[in-house]
């Protein structure tokens, strides 16, 4: 009997104890208070440029703009104090997947990488995920589930479609035939500026021939000579869907005896320093802005990410459109 009434004395008393603690706004013990850190200060933990360790899974040095943006991602990272681990794919998928294997041995605090083409990733973003560490897809997008990276950085490559499309249409009122520099078969890029500059092109205007020129100069010399071969004068325009093949094919056009930019209306896609050039020489028609200097928002978003913030889907780049009028006038100031 007095074995019970001790046990239900007990029971009484932590029950006293519990509400106590449960209606009290005060931490349970002064030790737990001085481990909080204030909300001003920031946790052991937390990530700064200084300390940061970037694994960066390029694709190559395949055009003007591909070496302008590499040079920002390293340029970037020195003036930050990033640890930047840097790797060029030679535009092969395998070198790139197994770069993104080895930051992730390795370790490192984020991932940044410009996917080639747009399937066959979700293997390894799996493993990064897996691994706890959050990818940012730079300049190009891949076909993957959301939750397999933090954000895509980059451009709307359908809207740069679109642009060259309603370009095209200025140049060529009458309408005509004219063929089509396809960027690297399967990439992000490729694909939506086929399909943006579908949708402006006016219905009087006929895309009589299209292949890929790989985005570098010599595919678009190539491929250029093959078109005119084939259909020689008939052809009154091209959109190359990046400048260095549109330089590349101004090249082919001359060794046939025809003027770039007057019997054949060009217009192409990037901005680089050698589309301002071939513009001020009267060559080519219109450029269409794609930005590659992104080295200060990646990093930014880098940071971000790793400490631990919610990143939007998608961070479009800013991008313009630029003409011959006045190409001598700004070619100056042009970074890249
Ligand atoms: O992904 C961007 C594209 O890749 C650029 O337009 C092209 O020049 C580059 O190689």
Redesign the pocket.
């Known amino acids: 009997m007095r074995k019970l009434s001790s046990l239900i004395a007990i029971m009484i008393a932590l029950l006293l104890l519990i509400s106590c603690n449960a209606g009290s706004d005060e931490p349970a013990s002064d030790d737990s208070a001085s481990d909080a850190p204030a909300a001003s200060e920031s946790t052991a933990e937390e990530k700064t440029m200084e300390n940061l360790v970037v694994g960066y899974a390029q ?2 040095a ?5 070496t302008a ?1 590499t040079a920002s991602i390293k340029e970037t990272a020195e003036q930050l104090g990033v640890d930047l681990k840097f790797s060029d794919a030679q535009q092969k998928q395998e070198n790139q997947i197994a770069a993104i294997r080895s930051y992730i041995a390795e370790g490192v605090d984020v991932i940044g990488f ?1 996917p080639v083409v747009e399937t066959g990733w979700e293997t390894v973003l799996q493993e990064a995920k897996d691994a706890g560490i959050p990818v940012i897809m730079v ?2 997008r891949a076909d993957v589930p959301r939750e397999l990276y933090a954000t895509y950085l ?2 709307d ?1 359908v809207e ?1 479609g679109r642009k060259a499309g309603n370009e095209m249409n200025n140049l060529l009122p009458d309408g005509g035939k004219i063929v089509e520099l396809v ?2 078969v399967g ?3 490729a694909n939506d ?1 086929y399909s943006g500059f579908r949708e402006a092109l006016a219905d009087n205007i006929e895309i009589i021939d299209s292949q890929s020129g790989d ?2 100069r010599a595919g678009g010399k190539e491929v250029m000579e093959a078109f005119l071969k084939n259909y020689g004068d008939e052809i009154v325009g091209l959109y190359a ?5 549109a330089i590349g094919a101004i090249q082919a056009i001359e060794e046939f005896g025809l003027q770039p930019g007057v019997d054949i209306k060009i217009v192409s ?2 901005a ?1 320093r050698g589309a301002f050039e071939a513009m001020i020489d009267g060559k080519l028609n219109v450029t269409v802005e ?1 930005n ?1 200097l992104l080295g200060p928002q990646f990093y930014e978003l880098a940071l971000r990410a790793v400490n631990g913030e919610e990143l939007p889907e998608w961070v479009p780049s800013e991008e313009s459109i630029y003409y011959p009028d006045n190409a001598s006038e700004l070619l100056p100031e042009r970074q890249y």
Not at 62 to 66: D, T
Not at 241 to 245: A, K
């Open positions: 694709i190559g395949e055009s003007e703009w591909r943006n410009s300049d190009r980059g451009s490559f740069e960027g690297t990439s992000a890029p500026r985005f570098t869907h990046n400048d260095d093949m896609i990037d680089v794609c590659p």
